[in-house]
């Protein structure tokens, strides 16, 4: 049994962890930790969980000394110095958080503002996400974890950049999230009354998961890639659905790009590849690690439009965090992540 | 491993039966079938189980005859040539409709307008209320799966009147349910800019759950009970909150209410009664088989307000339906049903 | 046309005048005053009213010297200087807030904590619940406005009660309300992820509305009333439904109590007495200063359930104090309130 | 006074023009039809319109012989008739379906399927999108009022194309539409449990929206343009945001485009141009007749971003339709249209 511990466990990615590992066969919560509710019972912070988690929260040092793998939930910037830390103690470390995400340190410090504390731990980290960089992340034990944008954005468009497909100029990445993934601490904009039957984007084209999405486009193609990426907020509790566009290179033929993709994912337990006339449709991964992808094709324009649907909270967060720790363990890579998405 | 099918798959108990038998370690659903998608793969119906349950579609006899437990989810009235039809095969039977619930065949004729076909076939059944009525379900083959409004009407009120601490006089139910509580058929009142923002009451004092939250609470009391119920439909997917208001009997402390509640529900796993001067609320129960139960005291008015929230589809259709097939099939209660509530 | 000053616009109910005074053809905002937005224009607040209102916040003497009429929509407790400012200025006060609206002062000092700073004060004013108490309120100029709460469930039940058709013991009253009652301060309980699909009593019987209903009952009944008062919030923005419970008296039919309703109701503009076998919804009344009244008689308990919906903006709150305004300016009461609620 | 009269008011556009009108000082509702609900009141259909109009739905031919200006709302192909018959009765008429938006014969058979009836009918018909073509409206009896993602696409990106500062090749118009755009009828797709917490897009690039953005943008330009259009459904009632995705020409400022979107709306009642670093959002103009717009610029990669919020319903559809009747009859534009939206 593996010994898990979470720092931050009562945001909503660490509540998350929370909820999934309580079903994984093989690892087990032993300590929490939050620096707001210490001494406090998880359970009070979410009364959903009582019964079943009534832990106390305690602080970030027990959770190192107590587990053998350590999740960080923690705003940027504060994940480092616990990478060392875990790193000393030999404990495998995954952290939710952006500060290992982006290799390009002048690209950390440009989006985030911070510099990397330790360059030769940043050399040891390795960007988590398994569907595409599956063969780097195994017997690694610091691993980033890709943000939600960043994840599902990638995965749309990923075997069509992978084969050549289509051109790497002029993507853009029209995102839709749930309100969850603007974290737990209320704010007006996340009121009921002022988000509920609203729907708006924000921080376009400047949000911070966008050298993220072109780091990992860029690895796929060779080529360094920029993108269009335009968030926006959506008023249901989870999920995330990206349209991705992008320019089909003259050529190439619907038939050859959904080849691709099924190449590409047909053994990926996670992803899901729609059929023809199908569209993803967060409602059907909610709470559940899938990713769905449906792939349309506009003939007029010549643009391929893929939209892929994640529930932001579990593939786009804990989920794939978990599955990283499967990774990392030697474990199947399911394991503890076989869900059935509710169908309402 | 128990063989499990279910009659009526495709609607929204039958559906959840699916989702949730998917995770039960002991059991595993081998046939399913719909009179409307016959031959049609269930998740062509529900996009979200794809890949994790692609079965077809089937008819009743093929579940029948394939398994050894039948789920029913059908209409009132078609459910009892099918008990006796399991009944004949030797397999057992759980219904989630409403035909085996009333014990009494005039109360059945006067709210639902029909007759018992066979007289014997109702003697064998058992109302499947196992944290009120266990010991009568063990061993048993026929089971009468409660409604969703008469298991959480009923759980809020038991241990008062079970201990005489309140009056079975002017007993109020005034209940709110989520919208998948009225099917998966698309009707005027559940179309989404209808109902969206909307809240109301519906067959007010005149809803079919009335005698049978009545049968319960008489066999409880052992006098004949009446109660006001008031239905109302919320604008969400899942949950009901039953809020249960009874007049306390003279001289009975709030205190002595709350000790009958802590015994009669003290080692009852899927009973979370909360701490004083919390409120039960649906949205802790989310997708679980907890029914959680608030305790409030009108001092100046004389009044027990007991709240208990549970979800429509589980503790209210199919959680506690597979909780009645692991007590007739001897397994530990909570098999496959320690579910960890999503905090949001 | 009537100078309108708003102090507290920035809050819900101070926003909500706003916008329903911009379509009054005899009052005018003039000026606007917000503690927490002095000098900011109201619009930057709410984006919606840009370019109809970019009137700038200022102070509250500000409000006072330029206006006929002064709205308040301040927390308990502040309104009783500016009342009294504005009585010496010879301008008329309508306060949104409770400070005001309870003739007691020991129920004030038991549910409020604190006393009443001028007693003279409190005896001109005058509680402002037109459809029962209209002929009290023409020709004053200090106006305690009801709470939303404190609106919708005596309006239920006041015609039987005036009547003396149900029992004054044991009435209960079950509400349920949009999330703007609790106002535009962010909250975990408002927050978007935890109040969305979720529903639960709050304060339950001890709820500061409690003395207020039973104020309005006691007056119209002649005898002290005491009720058992449930709030509850849905996930909506706007809108109350009370739904409210009476013992009726041995002899009275339900045909005598729906005539009872018809005199009381059947001249108010405001009130809408739905037809046998229908129920009020606060989909039907929102942004409206109607309220929607149906009536349901449970002949096996021999009760009267009266459900009343209205929108708690409106009616609950800025239409009704405007209702107040036309009376003591003596307009037309309906002026500018003359509003078809959306059908979606 | 006008003599206003409405083809088909029971479905959401026609019930929103008899709300509409209510409020509107030069016109009335003088008759309303529907086939599904003639001799029935409109009020049984909507009861929040009960007291303010209960008429009851006649036939199509006494809404012509009693109106001065027929509003139809039909599906397409139903209209053409109707709008002889009007002109023959020498009656305005306003078409809210597709009949007459597209100009050319063979683009209406090759989306809708059907042929133009009567090419001189068609040669009097105009567009009614007054902010891009005022001038040719005025004096005409023959609207076809836009739909409503053909109106808000349009206009977030006119003054661009308008000024060529953009790119006509390569514009992606990514929608977001509330449900009513559905219309009344309740389907699978529509029904609150699947659609609440969901969002998907559909009719990916095929919808019949597509050739009529397309007709006016290359009317503004001069050049055939060919978009990319991708609906998607958001679960909220109202509101429609289009982001609009074009790119900048070499040279152009983002200073430049500004002040070309201020010269082209600064007049524009109607139209409301956010300052920088705002975001249109649909709960800003929800039961209003604005269109909302905010600009950005990717200037990585060198693209305009602009986004254009609507009420699907108002300015999607019963507003404009007004303000079009507004023009048609030389009243003021908006005239019975200026109207606050609500802030919650």
């Known amino acids: 049994m593996i010994k898990a511990g979470i720092v931050g466990a009562t945001g909503y990615a660490g509540a998350e962890l929370v909820r999934l590992l309580y079903a994984h ?45 350590v999740f960080a939930a923690l705003p940027h910037g504060l994940s480092q110095e616990l990478a060392a830390q875990c790193m000393v103690a030999g404990k495998a470390f995954i952290d939710l958080g ?18 990397f504390l330790d360059k030769e731990l940043h050399a040891q980290s390795v960007y988590g996400l398994p569907e595409l960089f599956r063969d780097t992340i195994k017997g690694k034990k610091l691993i980033a974890n890709p943000g939600c944008y960043t994840t599902c954005s990638p995965l749309a468009i ?25 974290g737990r601490k209320p704010a007006q904009g996340s ?9 708006h984007a924000y921080k376009v084209a400047s949000h911070r998961h966008t050298p993220e999405i072109e780091q990992t486009l860029s690895r796929l193609s060779g080529e360094r890639v920029t993108v269009t990426f335009v ?22 033929t619907f038939e050859k790009i959904r080849e691709a993709y099924e190449v590409c994912y047909g053994d990926e337990f996670f992803v899901r590849l729609l059929g023809d ?9 909610r709470y559940s690690n899938f990713c769905d992808i449906s792939l349309h094709f ?3 324009a010549g643009k391929l439009i893929a939209c892929a649907a994640i529930d932001n909270m579990v593939k786009g967060a804990a989920g794939q965090a978990i599955q990283n720790m499967n990774i990392i363990f030697g474990l199947d890579e399911k394991t503890g992540l076989v869900i059935v998405p509710p169908a309402f």
Not at 39 to 65: F, H, I, R, W
Not at 277 to 285: L, R, S, T
């Open 25 to 69: 066969p093989e690892a087990e919560v032993r300590a929490v930790s939050s620096v707001s509710f210490e001494g406090q019972k998880l359970s009070d912070v979410y009364p959903a969980y009582s019964s079943l988690n009534d832990m106390v929260c305690e602080n970030q040092n027990t959770v190192v000394e107590t587990c053998d793998v």
């Open 98 to 115: 952006a500060d290992f995400r982006l290799e390009s340190e002048d690209a950390y410090t440009e989006w985030y503002g911070g510099t």
């Open 158 to 182: 990923a075997p069509a950049i992978i084969n050549g497909l289509v051109s790497t100029k002029g993507i853009i990445c029209d995102c839709k999230s749930g309100v969850t993934g603007a």
């Open 191 to 199: 009121h009921f009354p002022e988000l509920n039957e609203g729907f």
């Open 231 to 252: 968030p926006h907020l959506l008023p249901v509790n989870r999920g995330i659905l990206a349209t991705v566009y992008a320019d089909i290179k003259d050529g190439v």
């Open 277 to 285: 006339g199908k569209c993803a449709d967060i409602h059907n991964v």
């Open 298 to 300: 506009d003939k007029r």
